[in-house]
């Protein structure tokens, strides 16, 4: 089943060089994305039973694990969600004459190869074929998130493409020393080979892995979108289309994130103890959320405070795996989760505003609520969601999050996170709730939803975010111990 | 042979300084190549000892590889992406010549005290290929961010990736054969892609210079 | 007696092979244009011309004017004292810092850059500034260069430097000395006048340096000035040539001894003497003269490359 994962985009990529008409596009894509649904579920449920599913037939090439399916998961589910999306959007835009068929085409086929590239970078033991495929993340997304071809567009996808590689050049410098610090303990053939690492972890070259730390930090992170690396995440998640700035902020991040915690296990395995690690990520996560805050005061435009608020959030998530207790790390794996679901459901959202109003500023938009019912109740839910307001998934996981910080006696810490989040949350109430409310003063915007499909995706997002908040379901919070006891090492 | 490497590294060092010191595009690209050559020349001395001692091939088949593609093919690629354009020399720099040439020169000395902690490559010969290696990554990034115009980033990066392959070849005798392969495929498509980037650059803006991409602020 | 026996064969044999250096660079730089080019000897010719020629002096100049050429030729010869052309027996006896050897060479530059003053015509000034700025900048790099090799033979003797690395097999493939090699090349470059420095045949303001230092010059004079200009450049090939390709070498090879020696290793040292300045030629016709505030370019890359040499001598650890 594990092939079947990394099989339906190869094909569905493969589909969309043939296929000419739209509506068969539309059911290959929606088809594919179901597909792996299916098989993400499928392989959870191994996992849980199981443990990992690994096909040693094909060489040990694939591994997944508890942390694996974790991110799977999130990936299908999105997948699934944005893809639906596309439907309407796209229908929209080609209905107003913005994207004609070679685009269409150009569009699906760049979604698959993406989408394809992070369940590779997800589902495979060795760290270098995972570099490979992190890289291939940005090249496949560069002309995604140039869609538009406006001056804006090529700028944004100019810096995404350069910063991002450069990273990943760096996180490659990074994973040379890993490899060195393990040059006398494995065998050339288990070379960077994720569990021979992680099982040899005390007898690696301890300055040789504190390097290779920092540098695959820095990489990783500039993809991840952490402070003072993230300067290309506000432009290529407000300018790409909205579907792909969902893909982007709600599921390449937590691919990038996931390359990081792989790391941190090994280093923190082989050092036995969380310090060094620890305050690195610590420090980072904190100068992201900060780095958000003062962004998000100040900004004009929606599409960016949502990036704005995807480093915040990334942000978090480092703190929690630099705090690195049982309950830190179910905290952070738990905000991965919610932090994908509830960030593409505002993204989503924000496409079908974007479509109505043909605007992105904040201030040009007025009367959401009359003029999109279902959008705008989402959107304002979703901006509630993500600022940490109960009942939504959010706020469990930065509770749990802060909740660790606290018990592990940061007191300094947890105060400047509670305090910058809190005047995110004013931020964000400040500027966009207004777009909510009053009279709708631009003359050509008439009430309606546009997207049908994009609304029943985003609603049943709500509706996952909502629940998930009030109650984990019994195999989340099996799957969420487990990833939990892989990185903290039984 | 191990006189060898240490020349090659060397000579790489060098070229990462004349590649600073230079403002034409035209020479920019010479000096990579001349870099992709001597990285080449490394791989396949090394391959031929391990074919000889071990009886691998995959050193030489990288050796093959970074011919066709870096010596051959990437610069005739950024051949024909810079001759569209008109921008032929720099004529303006943040800072001038011969203090970014400087500043490079401080990047080798503090590489080598960054690795002089690290065991393992710590020892003699191995050190000096290792702090070669690390400052032309450096090196390269420095080249990226004092450069104005988009192709001047291109290159940079390419040279980032040069010096890392190097690095990964002589501080650990290459990494897997698999993951060698992947990175150049990886490359290839970035510097198609980069291309593609820069003709849509010059298409919008009407001109290849970084600073006039500032729309996107705050 | 053996030293001055040393001096003469030294003197006679610096001050006959220096234009020679000359000759070869014009025709190799005229063949690659497809031109047949002045002969071969035809510096010799200029130079007993010049000397039959009188002497014009200008009203203002004062002594320095006049002394200067002395003062060039005496401090060239003198600096070539320093950097021997044959294998000399016993030759590990003699002083010989390389600190005195470039300052005597800089006294001699240093009058020159005066008499080029002293004519208070506008092109002697220009010349003396542009001198003084490339000299500037260019004499550090030869101090450290000159510094690391010492350092690597534990001397600052350029003998020797000579028979240590006569010991240590080639030096070329030793990077050290590689990093080394490149510097002191691009240093001859500045020091000699050469392109891309310098153009040493034209006399339009915009790109002369050299030239201009000795415009004012005529008869004796001129001729004792460009005869001191070619045993500079032929030190500093012969100062390349003994510290990289040490022809001390080829005398332990043959194992040959006393004055046979001294004829083979003399031999050697012409061959590379002429390999060299074919070389310097090539780089001529294949760059071109930099613009003037392009020089600190060049002069940067060639510091940095020499201190480069000498930080590979610590990486190194030895």
């Not at chain 2, 690290?118 to 961010?145: A, K, W």
Request: net charge positive; charged share 10%; aromatic share 10%.
């Amino acid at each position: 089943m594990g092939f079947v994962l990394l099989a339906v985009p190869a094909l569905a990529v493969l589909l969309f060089s043939l296929v000419k008409s739209r509506p068969m596009q539309y059911t290959v894509s929606v088809t594919a994305s179901a597909l792996m649904l299916i098989a993400a579920a499928w392989i959870t449920r191994q996992v849980l039973l199981f443990g990992t599913v690994t096909y040693p037939a094909a060489g040990g090439f694939i591994y997944i694990d508890a942390l694996s399916a974790l991110v799977v998961d999130i990936v299908a589910v999105i997948g699934l969600m944005t893809s639906i999306y596309s439907i309407g959007y796209l229908e929209e835009e080609y209905r107003h004459g913005k994207v004609d068929a070679g685009r269409f085409r150009l569009y699906y086929i760049l979604m698959y190869t993406f989408i394809f590239t992070m369940m590779l970078a997800l589902t495979v033991r060795n760290i270098g074929i995972m570099w490979i495929a992190i890289e291939a993340t940005t090249l496949a997304s560069t002309f995604l998130v140039g869609f538009h071809n406006g001056k804006d567009a090529v700028e944004a996808a100019w810096k995404y493409i350069i910063i991002c590689s450069v990273g990943i050049a760096i996180a490659l410098l990074g994973i040379i020393f890993l490899q060195l610090s393990s040059i006398d303990v494995l065998k050339s053939s288990q070379y960077l080979d994720w569990t021979a690492l992680y099982s040899h972890a005390s007898v690696l070259n301890s300055s040789a892995l504190r390097l290779a730390f920092i540098f695959i930090l820095i990489g990783f992170g500039t993809k991840a979108g952490l402070a003072p690396m993230h300067t290309w995440l506000p432009d290529a998640h407000s300018q790409a289309p909205s579907p792909i700035s969902a893909l982007l902020s709600g599921v390449l991040l937590n691919c990038a994130m996931y390359g990081i915690i792989r790391t941190v296990a090994i280093v923190n395995r082989s050092f036995g103890n969380s310090t060094f690690t620890g305050r690195i990520l610590i420090g980072a996560g904190v100068l992201s959320i900060l780095a958000a805050t003062l962004f998000i005061l100040t900004q004009k435009d929606y599409k960016r405070l949502l990036a704005y608020s995807s480093i915040e959030h990334m942000g978090i998530i480092a703190i929690a795996f630099g705090i690195f207790t049982p309950l830190s790390i179910f905290g952070g794996l738990l905000h991965m989760v919610n932090h994908s679901f509830t960030k593409s459901m505002l993204f989503l959202s924000s496409g079908n505003v974007l479509q109505k109003y043909q605007t992105k500023e904040i201030s040009h938009i007025r009367g959401m609520l009359k003029v999109l019912p279902v959008t705008g109740t989402v959107f304002l839910l979703g901006l509630f969601a993500i600022a940490g307001t109960p009942p939504f998934s959010v706020f469990a996981s930065e509770f749990v999050i802060i909740t660790s910080i606290f018990e592990k006696h940061n007191f300094f810490v947890g105060m400047l996170v509670i305090l910058l989040l809190a005047i995110i949350f004013t931020g964000i109430a400040l500027t966009m709730f207004k777009m909510f409310y009053g009279k709708n003063t631009a003359p050509a915007v008439e009430p309606g939803e546009l997207n049908i499909p994009g609304v029943v995706a985003v609603a049943a997002l709500l509706v996952i975010i909502t629940v998930t908040g009030l109650f984990i379901p019994n195999e989340m919070k099996t799957l969420l111990n487990m990833a939990e006891k892989i990185i903290i090492g039984g | 042979m191990s006189s060898y490497l240490d020349i090659l590294s060397v000579l790489l060092l060098l070229s990462s300084f004349v590649l600073m010191a230079n403002k034409r595009i035209k020479s920019h690209i010479r000096t990579f190549r001349f870099q992709s050559a001597m990285i080449a020349l490394a791989a396949g001395i090394l391959g031929v000892n391990s074919l000889i001692h071990e009886g691998r091939v995959d050193l030489l088949v990288v050796c093959a590889v970074i011919i066709a593609i870096k010596v051959i093919y990437i610069p005739r690629l950024l051949h024909r992406v810079y001759a569209n354009v008109e921008y032929k020399v720099e004529k303006d720099f943040f800072l001038n010549i011969p203090i970014l040439i400087l500043g490079c020169c401080m990047i080798v000395v503090f590489t080598y005290f960054a690795l002089s902690k690290t065991d393992g490559i710590n020892t003699g010969t191995e050190n000096m290929r290792v702090v070669n290696s690390v400052s032309l990554i450096l090196i390269g990034l420095f080249f990226m961010i004092s450069r104005k115009k988009a192709i001047g980033q291109i290159v940079g990066f390419l040279v980032i990736e040069n010096g890392i392959f190097v690095t990964a070849m002589f501080a650990t005798q290459g990494m897997p054969f698999i993951v060698d392969m992947g990175m150049f495929v990886d490359l290839l498509s970035a510097v198609m892609i980069l291309g593609i980037m820069v003709f849509k650059i010059n298409e919008k803006f009407d001109s290849i210079d970084i600073n006039k991409l500032k729309n996107l602020r705050g | 007696m053996m030293h001055a026996v040393y001096a003469l064969i030294q003197i006679i044999v610096i001050i006959l092979a220096a234009p020679l250096v000359n000759g070869i660079i014009r025709k190799v730089k005229a063949l690659t244009q497809k031109r047949k080019g002045a002969p071969l000897l035809q510096m010799y010719f200029d130079l007993f011309k010049l000397l039959k020629k009188s002497v014009v002096v200008s009203d203002v100049a004062s002594w320095i004017f006049r002394a200067a050429p002395y003062i060039a030729i005496a401090s060239a010869v003198a600096a070539s004292l320093f950097v021997p052309v044959t294998a000399w027996p016993e030759s590990q006896g003699y002083a010989g810092d390389m600190i005195l050897f470039v300052s005597v060479l800089a006294l001699g530059r240093f009058f020159m850059m005066l008499a080029a003053l002293d004519t208070a015509s506008t092109f002697g000034g220009m010349g003396s500034s542009r001198e003084a700025m490339i000299s500037a900048l260019i004499e550090p790099s030869l101090l450290v260069t000159l510094f690391t090799v010492g350092l690597i033979a534990k001397s600052t003797s350029i003998f020797q430097i000579m028979h240590f690395t006569a010991g240590v097999g080639i030096p070329l493939l030793h990077p050290v000395y590689i990093l080394g090699f490149a510097a002191l090349c691009m240093i001859i470059i500045a020091e000699t006048s050469r392109i891309p420095v310098d153009d040493p045949s034209t006399h339009l303001e915009l790109t002369m340096v050299h030239e201009a230092m000795i415009l004012e010059y005529s008869g004796r004079d001129l001729a004792l000035m460009e005869l001191s200009a070619s045993i500079r450049q032929l030190v500093f090939i012969t100062l390349l040539v003994n510290i990289y390709v040490p022809h001390d070498q080829m005398i332990a090879l043959y194992g040959l001894s006393g004055f046979a020696a001294i004829a083979v290793s003399l031999l050697v040292y012409l061959i590379e003497v002429i390999l060299v300045s074919i070389l310097i030629a090539v780089i001529e016709v294949h760059t071109v003269k930099l613009r003037l505030f392009s020089i600190p370019n060049l002069a940067a890359l060639a510091f940095i490359v020499s201190f480069l040499g000498f930080i590979q001598y610590f990486v190194l650890g030895r």
